[in-house]
């Protein structure tokens, strides 16, 4: 009996379901949708889920916007006013901190501090002081500086561990980092001093370029920007640069190095370098 009824009403037994399917569709969507409004003033709402594409609109501090994707830390959204859709940075449109959002504001800033845990990287004349210790304490004054911006910003480590090298570039390629800057301290069997800026691809030159020029007021003489294979620039294709940032095994470079003022001085000038370079390379309306 069940049957027959079945086969007699087919299609209006498919219809049905089609019907329940799509209504069970659109109260999912809705409920998955989100409101939200920027905090921040100039917001920039973009064609594409990052810094690099083009910028359709500046929004003002309590824009009400529809969530209706997410990305990479980036939300899809309508806009409730003129029903325009586009992508913001969320940690830009959410940020309770910031007034108005900069170039710098919407950057992913990948900070990896060389060495840590058993690899202690490069050691003082006197074996005491070692590398791993001050490339972690400059990282997280840098990071510090950086909070005021509302740049997103992650550390390939933030104790004293062991990342494995080929995995730091990972982090980069995840996040789709905007600039990826490793800290280190050189190390020479001949005498040397003074700090250097490295890049491998050519997508890192004008960010090293403007980390040296805001690296030039520093105590030690700035040895200059050059290329270098080194793994962490080598294998990623985001724009990274290394740093170092002195000598440790030089008593005279030690002494700065040792110091908290000139961790804080890097940190400061590593902003300013960064605020050059993104205001320079980043469309905003």
């Not at 917001?43 to 990305?71: E, F, N, W």
């Not at 940075?89 to 900069?102: D, I, M, P, Q």
Request: aromatic share 8%.
């Amino acid at each position: 009996m069940v049957k027959k009824w079945l086969f007699s009403n087919l299609i209006g037994v498919i219809i049905t379901t089609v019907v329940l399917l799509t209504t069970l569709g659109l109260i999912i969507s809705l409920i998955s949708k989100t409101e939200t409004f920027t905090r921040p003033d100039n917001v920039q709402l973009r064609t594409g889920p990052g810094r690099q594409y083009r910028s359709t609109a500046s929004l003002k501090r309590g824009t009400k916007l529809i969530i209706m994707d997410k990305q990479n830390g980036w939300w899809h959204v309508r806009r409730s006013d003129n029903e325009k859709t586009g992508w913001v940075a969320s940690w830009v449109a959410n940020s309770v901190s910031l007034k108005r959002a900069t170039a710098l504001s919407e950057a992913t800033i990948v900070l990896d501090p060389g060495h840590g845990g058993t690899d202690t990287g490069a050691l003082s004349k006197n074996g005491k002081y070692k590398e791993k210790t001050y490339t972690l304490r400059t990282a997280r004054l840098v990071r510090s500086a950086l909070t005021p911006s509302g740049a997103r910003v992650l550390m390939t480590r933030d104790s004293d561990n062991i990342v494995p090298l080929l995995k730091i570039p990972l982090v980069g390629e995840k996040y789709k980092a905007d600039a990826q800057i490793s800290f280190h301290f050189d190390s020479s069997t001949v005498s040397a001093s003074g700090i250097s800026q490295f890049y491998y691809h050519k997508n890192g030159q004008n960010l090293a370029q403007a980390l040296s020029d805001s690296l030039n007021n520093m105590p030690l003489t700035n040895r200059g920007v050059d290329t270098a294979p080194y793994i962490v620039l080598k294998d990623t294709t985001q724009p990274a640069v290394l740093l170092e940032n002195g000598f440790i095994n030089n008593n005279k470079d030690l002494r700065y190095i040792r110091k908290t003022s000139y961790q804080k001085k890097i940190a400061k000038n590593v902003v300013a370098g960064l605020t050059t370079y993104f205001t320079k390379n980043t469309e905003m309306k």
